[in-house]
């Protein structure tokens, strides 16, 4: 049997504990979504999320240590997400997380989010070579870094503003569509001509890969501002939208989901390919909540062989937040000996390059 070490994360919505045995071996991965709480006010209320890790924290590591098959005193070591997040939902995971250190006198290695974001690519390839390019896009995060060598990171870009996952629900509350927006939008936007409501492609200065989404947001409001009561019919003629009930029309809705999926593809891809050859990479990690969409997949995919970039992507539980990737990231810290002290503290705003 190879190392053993339990994961927690806990930076913003998803409470969640997993074992890790090795490299890439997954024993266990719970995860308690909070997705229904949050739904009803559109995005996450960070008092709502603290309280309900609090509830969950227990009872999801004893199912995590359970189903891993293992007692907590056959652990090698723990892993918690330190930052960035959430600060009050962080608190709950690292507090939790040195307690049971303190009390199994096992290390405890502080794992950065982000950096839990390129293990998950590592624990279904822990054969990928370094160098890499990683794109981390999800609802916080939109990054890009140039990892050298393990452990080693240099930012590349990053959001201004919204992050792309943000973006994805901002615009899906727009369209009427729920919460959590990606997969609704990506849904939606099966049925949309991407023709028919153009939208830009955000640049941020000369040779910048800094990524920009609140001007796309506010192209999507004008679009609808300009359409939401004279509707064009597909054939030809104009109908005016119901002003009491103020619903849109379903197929403006597909028209703008997809035009706006393919805006923030195309942004996310051109600055992506950019980057790896800024660099001279030959390989790319797509990690994160918003490498879920098969759109940004299959054109990041295809637009890199154009230049002969390999793309690599996780399975979709593990592009979402959840405590596999942490542990992996833990594991490779406490390998290299990087253990955090006991008196650990959650940084909100915790860099990793």
């Not at 390019?133 to 916080?140: I, T």
């Not at 919460?179 to 949309?192: D, K, M, Q, S």
Request: charge should be neutral; aromatic fraction near 4%; charged fraction near 20%.
């Amino acid at each position: 049997m190879g190392d053993l070490v339990l994961g927690i994360e806990t930076s913003c919505d998803e409470t969640a504990a997993a074992v890790v045995e090795g490299r890439d071996t997954i024993r266990s991965n719970i995860v308690a979504s909070q997705a229904k709480v949050h739904a009803l006010y559109g995005g996450i209320v960070p008092e709502l999320a603290s309280r309900r890790h609090l509830e969950m924290i227990a009872p999801v590591i004893r199912l995590a240590v359970q189903e891993a098959g293992i007692a907590f005193n056959d652990l090698t070591g723990l892993a918690v997400t330190a930052g960035p997040g959430l600060v009050g939902s962080l608190l709950v995971g690292v507090s939790t997380a040195k307690a049971l250190a303190y009390t199994l006198q096992k290390p405890l290695a502080a794992v950065n989010h982000i950096e839990g974001h390129l293990y998950a690519v590592l624990l279904e390839h822990p054969q990928l070579e370094y160098p890499f390019v990683a794109l981390v896009a999800s609802g916080g995060h939109t990054h890009l870094y140039h990892a050298e060598r393990p452990g080693v990171y240099r930012l590349l870009g990053a959001t201004r503003d919204d992050a792309a996952g943000e973006a994805f629900d901002k615009v899906a509350t727009l369209l009427g569509l729920p919460y959590p927006g990606g997969p609704h939008i990506e849904r939606a936007a099966r049925t949309g001509d991407p023709r028919t409501v153009p939208l830009p492609r955000p640049t941020i200065g000369h040779g910048s890969l800094d990524f920009s989404f609140s001007g796309l947001k506010t192209a999507v409001i004008h679009a609808l501002e300009a359409r939401r009561h004279r509707v064009p019919r597909r054939g030809g003629g104009i109908r005016r939208a119901d002003p009491e009930a103020d619903r849109l029309d379903p197929q403006l809705v597909a028209d703008i989901a997809v035009s706006f999926q393919q805006a923030v593809v195309d942004v996310l891809t051109r600055n992506t390919i950019k980057a790896a050859n800024r660099v001279r990479a030959g390989r790319i990690l797509l990690t994160g909540g918003v490498a879920c969409n098969q759109t940004l997949r299959q054109h990041l995919a295809d637009r890199a062989l154009q230049d002969g970039i390999a793309v690599y992507w996780p399975r979709p539980e593990l592009c979402t937040d959840n405590a596999a990737m942490i542990a992996a990231a833990g594991s490779a810290r406490l390998q290299r000996g990087d253990v955090a002290p006991l008196d650990l503290n959650a940084s909100a705003d915790l860099p990793l390059a």
